[in-house]
């Protein structure tokens, strides 16, 4: 299968040096790369990262909920 892609000019830049420092034809090195992509297991966006997740916080800031008591309640909508 052939297939024609067009690449901004850096990343076509940076796609023949690599190919010329690692001696590797570039049509390999553009399969390699796919493959990689494809073969690598995609990342859930459905779960907070680790950092995120063991994040601890500042143990002597105040609870989101103690504000509660200062909050204006909504104005009364008239419908009609």
């Known amino acids: 299968m052939q297939i024609i892609i067009d690449l901004p000019p850096d990343l076509e830049q940076d796609l023949i040096r690599q190919a010329a420092e690692t001696n590797i034809p570039l049509q390999t090195l553009i399969l390699q790369a796919l493959r990689r992509v494809i073969q690598t ?19 002597d800031f105040p609870a989101f909920e103690s504000y509660r008591d200062e909050l204006l309640a909504p104005p009364e909508l008239e419908l009609f």
């Open 41 to 59: 297991p995609p990342v859930s966006t459905s779960q907070w990262p680790e950092a995120i997740l063991s994040h601890e916080g500042i143990p």
